[in-house]
């Protein structure tokens, strides 16, 4: 069965440092992997998309990566704060056809930046 | 301006009870989804409506049912309430191609004591 795993439950990092989530998935062949962050008591908010095509992507201090052969997705936050502090979601589309199936989750990675 | 809105944001009833969530989109998006995040903050979707027809439904009780009256707006509907269906559910909408990240709504936290 499809499953998407994150590296860990938690992960705590000192502020100014960089930040590496992991996103593995197994029984996938995605065209697109997305990313979220979520707050307590709020939904998702999205952050990226990276397409099976691209090796990477930036925005602002977030970059992420993508290896279709290794089934991984690296999250990488530079120059972490601590308002960077939240729970970090990795996403794939489910099914293939238009993105009506909706996504299907990983348990998410809580990242807490220390001071 | 709220992009996706779900009302209410706090529901705490009584097992049997029949309860409704709302959600409206302004985005002009053409699909909408129910998610359910569970006390282990797992994620996962319930339903997804493209265009106001029911697109998935996954395995869910037929007690809760979706309704989409027009392309903005998914409510859910929950019949006969059991202490498991405390969670948080999220709304959701889309553009309608898979280039684009999803919109969520601030979530509906239902408690049933």
């Known amino acids: 069965s499809q499953k998407i795993e994150q590296n860990s439950e938690a992960l705590n990092i000192q502020e100014g440092k960089t930040a590496t989530l992991t996103c593995n998935y197994t029984?996938?062949?995605?065209?697109?992997l997305q990313w979220y962050r979520q707050d307590p008591g709020r939904g998702p908010v999205f952050l990226l998309l990276?397409?099976?095509?691209?090796k990477e992507k930036r925005k602002e201090r977030l970059k992420v990566t993508f290896d279709t052969t290794l089934k991984q997705s690296l999250f990488h936050i530079t120059a972490s704060q601590p308002a960077d502090s939240a729970t970090y979601l990795c996403a794939l589309e489910r099914g293939s056809g238009g993105g009506a199936d909706g996504l299907t989750f990983g348990k998410g990675t809580h990242l807490i930046i220390q001071p | 301006d709220t992009a996706v809105s779900q009302t209410p944001k706090y529901l705490v009833t009584q097992m049997g009870n029949d309860k409704s969530i709302k959600c409206e989109q302004n985005l002009g998006h053409d699909t909408m989804y129910w998610y359910k995040q569970d006390s282990k903050k797992f994620l996962k979707i319930m339903f997804s409506y493209n265009n106001k027809e029911l697109i998935i439904n996954e395995t869910v009780p037929n007690r809760f049912s979706p309704k989409s009256p027009d392309k903005a707006h998914l409510n859910l509907h929950i019949n006969s309430l059991e202490l498991g269906d405390s969670a948080v559910y999220f709304c959701a909408s889309r553009a309608g191609t898979m280039s684009y990240g999803y919109t969520f709504g601030s979530g509906t936290r239902l408690t049933v004591v």
């Open positions: 029984n996938y062949s995605p065209a697109y």
């Open positions: 990276i397409r099976e095509n691209e």
